[in-house]
DNA sequence: CAACTGTACTAGTTCAGATAATACAGACGA
DNA sequence: TCGTCTGTATTATCTGAACTAGTACAGTTG
């Protein structure tokens, strides 16, 4: 379903909350598409599925997904919120930008490096 | 002396380890130059001085700084290390490149932004 | 009604961060 | 030499947050 790393440093609804995030604004899962059910993610990956909850409860409240109890998750992804999502991975991008700046990094560098990365955006 | 924000979620030896490192790398404190004591800084920041200690014991580690017990702790600033903080910058700004771009972000948007940093470093 | 859905609540475990209290050994100036 | 400063080491403790688990509830659906 979603692969992640049970054994990784980085939380396991945080790791589902990216995946997801990165699928859907991707593209790759499509408006109004149904959600693998709460239980269904927690007993592929083995986890407990308020674990899983957890996850989709962050999506809805960034607006990426939509649940209706009682019957299940889908696809939200509104223009909007897309947007913000880009907004905030700008955000995160300046930040680290201005870290790898003021470490003496040259823009020119950097740039380079965005061009080599053109390419290889990793859609699965 | 380093002004950092007590009542932050990132931990305070960290804040000093990312604004020392700034500092030194960056050019604001020059090699050999004296780093004020544990105890100074402890003082001045109303922190524990093991909380300081730490922060200097990584930056030791990580050959930003050398200490001489009984005498102080000094900018070491040599050629590779520097290299080193600048190539973890580095791959930082590659991973949330890469995530902006994935989010849909256009290269030519961060291109833009990365023009915008160049003259607003931030050095004290 | 039975099986599924999302959801809420509570609890327990773990861990990082921070503090505290000392103690030691070397340097240095008075 | 002596007192004071320096970095360093050790151990214990507290706290709060993060994370996960267990369980129960309410609504939908066939």
């Known amino acids: 379903?979603?692969?992640?790393?049970?054994r990784g440093k980085t939380?396991?609804?945080?790791?589902l909350?990216?995946?997801?995030?990165?699928?859907?604004?991707?593209?790759?899962m499509s408006e109004n598409e149904r959600m693998p059910t709460v239980r269904e993610v927690a007993k592929d990956l083995g986890v407990n599925p308020n674990t899983v909850q957890k996850a989709y409860q962050m999506l809805e409240q960034r607006g990426?997904?939509?649940?209706?109890p009682a019957k299940g998750s889908y696809v939200a992804k509104s223009d909007t919120?897309?947007?913000?999502?880009?907004?905030?991975?700008?955000?995160?991008?300046?930040?680290?930008a201005l870290n790898a700046?003021?470490?003496?990094?040259?823009?020119n560098v950097?740039?380079?490096?965005?061009e080599k990365l053109e390419g290889?955006?990793?859609n699965d």
Do not use: C, H, W
Not at 11 to 15: F, H
Not at 110 to 114: F, G, H, S, W
């Open 1 to 6: 379903m979603f692969s992640i790393d049970i």
């Open 11 to 15: 939380p396991i609804y945080e790791q």
């Open 17 to 28: 909350l990216n995946r997801i995030t990165e699928l859907i604004s991707s593209g790759a």
């Open 64 to 68: 990426l997904i939509y649940s209706i």
């Open 81 to 96: 919120v897309i947007n913000t999502v880009k907004e905030q991975a700008l955000a995160r991008f300046r930040e680290s």
């Open 101 to 107: 700046i003021n470490s003496g990094l040259e823009p």
């Open 110 to 114: 950097l740039k380079t490096e965005i």
């Open 120 to 122: 290889g955006t990793k």
